[in-house]
């Protein structure tokens, strides 16, 4: 992208070559296949819109706007005869990228690949012809783990056809169309109208004109043509008599109904990965990532709301940054008076990837009022109460201290004095008991 920055016009003119000059070509042609009742379009486009490739957004971007217009009108016009069908085509290995030594690394068909595509698309005149490549490509960028899931959001392509989720307590359990009633359609109504498309007129539990059009309006708002089918007979005159009107279905499969949105993606299946059967596409959770510990409560006094760390993965090394969000009582692990601690993600969606792994955690801690010392742990005598003290010698008497005890590392102990008594240079009596 550096290298465009003060090339406006190459934008320009792509979006004259490959948009409005397609579009120009449609709007000339398309009266004639309407008043004959019969027609097909096909676009060519690029497996680059479903993998989101760098480096070419000037190309992609022009793909991507006849895609737009193509769904968009394609819903108009089938009630007339006529298809559109987009082709996702890979890169063609042909002498015209032979210069471009990237294109080496690309994956790509050859011309009577190609040839094959199209020829499909001339005789079965679907609305997409796609590759197993492409269609996995589009699968990884519709969702990731940390992604927020809403009502009417994209969550996965496969085979081409999108996965939506909606809110809703009963799974859907078979294709929907003009006509349908049941609770089902209920649910998809209601779910609808949460997402902002109405339903106009139509009964609730009865899937009629209005329903159709709100969901025709949730497929093209991803980029998607809905899948239609047959209703009754609409319009008047001659032409239209005799053949019954086109309206959005919803397949079974392509939406998926859950009882609480908004949620979070919290694992998804990689690129290219075979599912098998029984196992999920993806896991959505309806909380926020946290972790659950407990401390003693000399350590915990340390630990102040707030207060930052890391969480490290014993498996990869890979960490992201943690904050302890509460504090309240409970049990030390070793049994006694403690603290449980929940920590939590500073961006969530760092932490998706790491669901299910071990992880270490290391929070900073901070003076929690007043002078801190460094004393051996063996200085540190805890009665049975749970409380600290350490024996400071002054010439021949020793003084009992009570302290705070906090964090032990490497032999030696943070602690705190309750009432003062500890200065730096003191002698302590160490071995007599206790903690050490």
Do not use: C
């Not at 003060?6 to 397609?22: A, S, V």
């Not at 098998?276 to 946290?290: D, E, H, N, W, Y």
């Amino acid at each position: 992208i550096e290298r465009s920055y003060d090339r406006f016009h190459d934008y320009q003119r792509t979006m004259q070559l490959n948009y409005f000059g397609p579009v120009k070509l449609i709007l000339d042609l398309l009266p004639g296949m309407r008043e004959r009742e019969t027609g097909h379009i096909i676009n060519i486009s690029t497996m680059g819109l479903q993998t989101n490739t760098p480096r070419f957004a000037a190309y992609l971007a022009s793909k991507a706007a006849l895609d737009a217009f193509s769904h968009s009108i394609g819903a108009e016009i089938i009630g007339d005869g006529v298809h559109i069908t987009t082709i996702y085509m890979p890169l063609v290995r042909t002498p015209m990228i032979a210069p471009t030594k990237m294109y080496d690394h690309f994956p790509t068909l050859s011309s009577e690949q190609a040839a094959n595509m199209i020829g499909e698309a001339i005789r079965k005149r679907p609305k997409r012809v796609t590759t197993k490549i492409g269609s996995l490509g589009q699968l990884s960028y519709a969702i990731a783990p940390g992604a927020q899931v809403d009502d009417g959001s994209l969550i996965a392509a496969v085979a081409g056809r999108p996965v939506f989720v909606l809110r809703g307590q009963i799974p859907a359990y078979s294709t929907m169309s003009y006509g349908s009633t049941g609770v089902e359609v209920t649910e998809l109504q209601a779910a609808l109208e949460a997402t902002g498309f109405s339903i106009g007129s139509d009964t609730a539990g009865t899937y009629g004109a209005g329903t159709a059009a709100a969901v025709a309006d949730l497929y093209q708002r991803a980029g998607y043509a809905p899948v239609t089918a047959a209703g009754p007979v609409g319009g008047s005159g001659a032409k239209h008599t005799a053949r019954p009107k086109q309206y959005a279905t919803v397949p079974l499969g392509e939406v998926m109904l859950t009882p609480s949105l908004r949620v979070t993606v919290v694992s998804v299946a990689h690129l290219g990965q075979t599912i098998a059967s029984g196992k999920p596409l993806a896991r959505l959770g309806s909380g926020r990532l946290s972790f659950q510990a407990s401390t003693d409560v000399n350590t915990a006094s340390l630990l102040k709301i707030g207060a930052t760390g890391r969480a490290t993965s014993d498996l990869s090394d890979g960490s992201f940054a943690i904050r302890l969000s509460a504090k309240r009582p409970g049990g030390a692990p070793g049994g006694g008076p403690g603290s449980k601690l929940t920590l939590t993600p500073v961006k969530p969606a760092a932490a998706a990837p790491y669901v299910g792994q071990n992880m270490a955690l290391h929070v900073q801690t901070g003076q929690a009022g007043g002078l801190q010392w460094v004393v051996p742990v063996s200085a540190v005598i805890t009665a049975a109460s749970g409380a600290s003290s350490v024996t400071v010698l002054h010439g021949s008497r020793q003084v009992s201290v009570p302290v705070q005890a906090g964090l032990a590392f490497a032999g030696r102990e943070v602690v705190r004095p309750v009432d003062g008594g500890l200065q730096a240079g003191d002698q302590v009596v160490i071995g007599l008991g206790g903690s050490g």
